[in-house]
């Protein structure tokens, strides 16, 4: 029995049990690291040292009696969640060097639920991408094949779960980069609802979109990690005072009584034909799993795309306005001769290419003369997608769609075509701009033997729904447990 491929409830139960060590455990997914991560990449940092030193510790702490809900479990984290003491660098070079002296919320939730932290994982840089190859420290690569890209913008953590390199991991999305490299890597991942988990120590990229959701080996591990995660925390403005359920009570019961609707906007041109057959396999399963299917429209979708790249750029041209190489983070060394050379010089190296092209972008639609033609407009088109969402749950209690049209591509196939890049995004941005939560699973392989993703939309603070859904999808296929091939 290897332990790097245990889910963590497998993992609980050995601990528990006392038939393996915290150390044993650590040092076995450490040792996977050591031998997968010269073709894949996922990590920026590793904790190995640090994290066997924590692991022993616990083994030595009498405390297996009343064990927390990931005590023992080797995870890793997205380098743009702050972590004391450890280096976050977002994926860019202007904070290469930049030691956060506090903990993220939801870092500070996973140490106190007894988690064993082995590193942080790369990223587009600032989370700007859907394929982790803007990152400044180089790209991360798809375990399933190494010549394509893993999705993005949190493609470190989605790897390192699909290649047994961490138990599970933490991301963000911020129009899709959780459920979408979680889709091309064969994983689950969710998107919670916005503000069902603070974003307080998370490095800000839109700040009315952004938000830190689990990647895990199946469902029942992303139940697990979202009642560590999730709850009010007064430090986040945006935090919402939802009472938390038990997510693993959400896994219980069939799905009669329960209707899916299909939204006729995300099976049309542009869809790969094995991502639909794969969908439409999925939908096949639901509906004997006792679900009811409906056809739905959600009109306003088309707009997805257009709305999001003006309101994402917009705020991110607001927020990375403090990496200004004056406080912290990166300083041009040539930069002497005045104030504004400093500026021009250190955000000029500091960024990369994708990162200035969206601050130019959302500059340019907040300025005077565009702010109303632009960014009033996409935010106008923001509410009409919302209350397409809240009309469509009104006749279903899900939706059920792709998660992207295509599987994955090959690495470089779409660097020089932004346009390309931002419309892999398109079945993931409409619910990130209407805040609902979304979960995508593995439900199929293409030709190429790379993972197809199944998107399942909830109303506002129903993770559990998703989570129902995808469950009695695990209970009869067998796509959770396929493996990259070694």
Same mark, same amino acid.
């Given at each position: 029995m290897?332990?790097y491929?245990l889910?963590?409830?497998?993992l609980?139960h ?9 150390e ?5 997914v ?5 031998k997968?991560?010269?073709r894949i990449g996922?990590?920026l ?7 066997t030193?924590e692991?022993?510790h616990?083994?030595?702490? @009498?405390?297996?009696r009343?064990?927390a ?19 976050t !660098?977002?994926g ?10 506090? &903990? $993220?919320?939801?870092?500070a939730?996973? #140490?106190?639920a ?6 942080? !994982? ?7 991408g859907s394929?982790?190859e803007?990152?400044?420290f180089?790209p991360?690569r ?14 470190g ?5 699909a ?13 899709g980069?959780?459920r979408?490299?979680?889709?091309h ?5 969710l ?8 974003r ?6 839109a700040?009315?979109?952004? @938000? ?5 080996k199946?469902?029942?591990?992303a ?7 999730a ?5 986040d403005?945006?935090?919402v005072p939802?009472?938390?359920? &038990? ?17 006729r906007?995300?099976?049309?041109e ?15 399963v ?11 429209s ?5 707009y997805?795309?257009?709305a999001y790249?003006?309101v994402?750029?917009a705020?991110?041209s ?6 200004d190489?004056v406080k ?9 001769d005045s104030?504004?050379?400093?500026y021009q010089?250190? #955000?000029s190296a ?5 990162v ?9 639609v ?6 109303e033609a632009?960014?009033?407009k ?5 509410t009409l997608?919302r209350k397409?969402f ?8 899900v ?6 049209? !295509? ?6 196939e779409?660097a020089?075509?932004?346009?390309q ?6 079945? !993931?941005?409409?619910a990130?701009? $209407? ?7 593995p439900?199929?392989?293409s ?7 199944l ?5 506002h603070? @129903?993770e559990?729904?998703?989570l129902r859904?995808?469950y009695?999808f695990? @209970? ?9 091939p070694?």
């Amino acid at each position: 029995m290897e332990l790097y491929r245990l889910t963590i409830h497998e993992l609980r139960h050995l601990l528990d049990r006392r038939e393996v060590s915290a150390e044993e455990v650590t040092r076995s997914v450490l040792e996977r690291i050591r031998k997968w991560e010269p073709r894949i990449g996922a990590y920026l940092s590793v904790l190995e040292e640090a994290a066997t030193e924590e692991a022993r510790h616990f083994d030595q702490r @009498q405390s297996w009696r009343e064990p927390a809900l990931l005590a023992g479990v080797p995870v890793a984290v997205k380098d743009v969640i702050c972590t004391k003491g450890i280096r976050t !660098t977002c994926g860019s070079r202007i904070l290469r060097n930049f030691v956060p002296p506090f &903990d $993220a919320t939801v870092m500070a939730h996973l #140490r106190g639920a007894g988690a064993i932290l082995l590193g942080k !994982t790369n990223m587009d840089e600032f989370a700007m991408g859907s394929s982790t190859e803007n990152s400044a420290f180089g790209p991360t690569r798809n375990p399933w094949n190494p010549a394509f890209i893993p999705g993005g913008s949190s493609g470190g953590s989605a790897a390192a779960v699909a290649a047994d390199e961490c138990v599970a991991a933490l991301g963000s999305d911020t129009g899709g980069s959780i459920r979408q490299p979680a889709s091309h890597c064969g994983v689950v991942g969710l998107k919670p609802t916005y503000g069902r988990v603070s974003r307080f120590g998370l490095v800000a990229f839109a700040s009315s979109l952004d @938000q830190i959701g689990p990647f895990t080996k199946d469902i029942t591990d992303a139940a697990l990690m979202m009642n560590v995660i999730a709850g009010y925390d007064r430090r986040d403005s945006t935090s919402v005072p939802v009472e938390v359920p &038990d997510y693993r009570d959400s896994l219980v019961g069939g799905l009669r009584g329960i209707t899916i609707g299909i939204p006729r906007e995300y099976f049309g041109e542009g869809l790969d034909s094995q991502v639909e057959a794969a969908v439409r396999a999925a939908i096949r399963v639901l509906e004997g799993r006792g679900a009811r299917c409906v056809d739905v429209s959600l009109p306003h979708t088309e707009y997805g795309v257009a709305a999001y790249y003006i309101v994402a750029p917009a705020e991110a041209s607001s927020n990375l306005a403090r990496y200004d190489g004056v406080k912290y983070g990166f300083r041009h060394p040539a930069s002497r001769d005045s104030l504004m050379e400093m500026y021009q010089k250190s #955000r000029s190296a500091g960024f990369g290419p994708e990162v200035r092209r969206r601050i130019m972008l959302g500059t340019y639609v907040l300025s005077a003369g565009y702010y109303e033609a632009y960014y009033k407009k996409a935010s106008q088109v923001r509410t009409l997608i919302r209350k397409d969402f809240l009309e469509t749950f009104k006749v279903c209690h899900v939706l059920v769609t792709p998660v992207a049209p !295509t599987p994955a591509f090959a690495l470089g196939e779409k660097a020089d075509d932004p346009l390309q890049m931002y419309l892999s995004d398109v079945f !993931t941005l409409p619910a990130s701009l $209407a805040g609902i939560p979304g979960l995508s699973l593995p439900c199929g392989l293409s030709s190429k033997g790379l993972p197809i993703g199944l998107q399942i939309l909830a109303p506002h603070f @129903q993770e559990g729904l998703t989570l129902r859904v995808g469950y009695n999808f695990e @209970q009869e296929t067998d796509f959770h447990r396929r493996c990259p091939p070694e």
